[in-house]
């Protein structure tokens, strides 16, 4: 394989190539975290194991972005595929997707009852983002178990005042201790929540990018497609 062909298949991959990237960061951070014991120490901190859920929560939706990422880097190669071989599907993949079934309304030859521009144009940025568009909720669902955890620890910390009783210094001790605990759940709860969340959106954000460039590609492919070989007869191989 040559050169242009090597290039043409990277930049086909490139959402799932800056997923991996990302990956391979967030694995390092929670390496030193893990080697120099602070995760041990929120998992032992937080009463309410909402800090681990979290956690879990996060690697769930890296693996799903993971699978968006893959579902966005074929849709890219087929797309580029059909661009090199003049918008004919030569790939032989049984069930199209969407740019496949928007190229083929677009450029199909009719007359009649031809298909809305805007519409298309709406439902092929839909039928893109939707892959990866339940990453955003999850980012946001992080932020909210977060703020869960926040309240569950203010009502550890109110809980042990009202328990008070009698005014020596042991009692004043327990009381100082059981705040100090409800006090690490509502502020490791929030940053791990906001942290993962931080984390989620920047994988989605890449995706976004990636999903909003395909189509950009797309409309732009063919309206110079109809251009040249006509509004909607002929395809770019069959107008040449």
Same mark, same amino acid.
């Given at each position: ?16 190539y800056?997923?991996?990237?990302i990956s ?11 080697r120099?014991q ?11 194991r909402?800090?681990?859920?979290i956690?879990?929560v996060f ?7 993971g699978?968006?990422?893959?579902r966005?880097?074929?849709m890219?190669f087929?797309f580029?595929?059909r661009v090199?071989?003049g918008?004919s599907?030569t790939?032989g993949?049984?069930e199209?997707d969407?740019v ?9 030859p009719?007359s009649?009852?031809?298909p809305?521009?805007e519409?298309m144009h709406?439902?092929l940025?839909?039928?893109v983002h939707k892959?990866?568009r339940l990453?955003?909720f /999850? &980012?946001? @669902? #992080? +932020?909210?178990?977060?703020?869960v ?10 809980? *042990? ?5 009698g005014?020596d210094?042991?009692v004043?001790?327990?009381l100082m201790?059981s ?5 690490q759940?509502?502020?490791?709860t929030?940053?791990t929540? /906001? &942290?993962l @969340? #931080? +984390? ?5 954000k890449y995706?976004?990018s990636?999903a909003?460039e395909l189509? *950009?590609r797309v409309?732009?492919h ?6 040249e ?8 191989s069959?107008?040449s």
């Amino acid at each position: 394989m040559n050169i242009a062909n090597e290039l043409w298949r990277s930049s086909a991959y490139r959402p799932l190539y800056t997923w991996l990237i990302i990956s391979g960061l967030v694995l390092f951070g929670f390496f030193l975290l893990w080697r120099y014991q602070f995760i041990d120490q929120i998992i032992e901190a937080d009463l309410t194991r909402l800090s681990l859920i979290i956690g879990v929560v996060f690697l769930a939706a890296c693996g799903y972005l993971g699978v968006s990422a893959y579902r966005l880097s074929q849709m890219n190669f087929r797309f580029l595929h059909r661009v090199q071989n003049g918008n004919s599907d030569t790939t032989g993949k049984a069930e199209p997707d969407a740019v496949d079934e928007y190229l083929d309304l677009m450029l199909e030859p009719k007359s009649e009852n031809a298909p809305h521009d805007e519409s298309m144009h709406t439902w092929l940025a839909e039928q893109v983002h939707k892959g990866h568009r339940l990453g955003w909720f /999850i &980012s946001d @669902s #992080l +932020i909210r178990l977060g703020l869960v955890g926040t309240v569950i620890g203010f009502i550890i910390m109110l809980g *042990s005042v009202y328990d008070l009783e009698g005014d020596d210094v042991s009692v004043l001790q327990d009381l100082m201790s059981s705040m100090g605990g409800g006090m690490q759940v509502a502020l490791y709860t929030t940053l791990t929540g /906001i &942290s993962l @969340s #931080l +984390i989620l959106g920047i994988y989605c954000k890449y995706l976004d990018s990636g999903a909003d460039e395909l189509v *950009s590609r797309v409309i732009q492919h063919t309206a110079r497609s109809r251009q040249e070989g006509g509004k909607f007869g002929k395809s770019v191989s069959e107008a040449s």
